[in-house]
């Protein structure tokens, strides 16, 4: 059954430095997003791409984060200067269309520390 | 921003026991989604309920989606250890562009004891 993948499974990083999660979508999903989940809180929606381009982004997703696709396959959230409350795990789910009642699967997420 | 409002938080209940947890919101979704996640890992799909009053079920899980669309139930009929975790309930706003981005609740962490 095809699924999302994430890499890498575990991230630990310096604060300031920079991180790239990567996500590889189910391979005819056309909608990506990208969640988050600090410990113990709930899951909050950070981006969702689509044809290339953000279509939304919640506030948390400020100018330190930014989202590409850099080819057919890959789908990468880069955090450009970790802080502390970077650290969660951060989850990429697909769609086939970004429709309402249209199943989001989920990968398996990265879990981020940041030192 | 909408809530979901999950209860109880947590639940610890003996197996063979029925149970019910609920996802309550002040606010209209085009659908609900319930999700189970195991410590460590992504949620992963139980059901999705788009009509209002719809009710799933899926083996001894029974997903109800109210008739304002406003909340939802899965109740967990003679529970087994196995259906320990976490239970996460997400909606979708009522939204005409693509890309729906899903709202959590916070969830309810079930316990079954052998």
């Known amino acids: 059954e095809p699924e999302v993948t994430q890499t890498p499974s575990h991230q630990v990083t310096q604060m300031g430095q920079e991180v790239i999660l990567r996500c590889v979508p189910i391979s005819n999903h056309l909608y990506f997003y990208w969640y988050r989940q600090i410990l113990g809180q709930k899951v909050e929606f950070l981006v969702s791409f689509y044809n290339n381009e953000i279509s939304e982004k919640s506030e948390i997703f400020d100018d330190q984060f930014s989202v590409e696709r850099p080819d057919g396959s890959n789908f990468t959230l880069k955090i450009r200067s970790t802080k502390l409350e970077d650290s969660a795990m951060y989850f990429c789910?697909?769609?086939?269309?970004?429709?309402?009642?249209?199943?989001?699967?989920f990968g398996p997420g990265t879990r981020l520390l940041v030192l | 921003t909408q809530l979901l409002e999950q209860s109880p938080q947590f639940l610890s209940i003996q197996e063979g026991e029925n149970l019910t947890v609920y996802c309550n919101s002040s606010s209209v979704f085009s659908s609900l989604q319930w999700y189970r996640q195991e410590p460590g890992e992504g949620p992963v799909l139980l059901v999705t309920v788009v009509t209002g009053g719809e009710v799933k079920k899926l083996k001894r899980l029974t997903f109800q989606f109210g008739d304002a669309r406003k909340d939802s139930s899965l109740h967990i009929t003679a529970a087994q250890p196995g259906d320990t975790g976490l239970y996460l309930c997400?909606?979708?706003?009522?939204?005409?562009?693509?890309?729906?981005?899903?709202?959590f609740g916070k969830g309810t962490r079930l316990s079954v004891i052998a």
């Open positions: 997400a909606g979708i706003r009522p939204q005409n562009s693509g890309n729906t981005p899903l709202v």
């Open positions: 789910a697909s769609s086939v269309q970004g429709t309402s009642g249209e199943t989001q699967y």
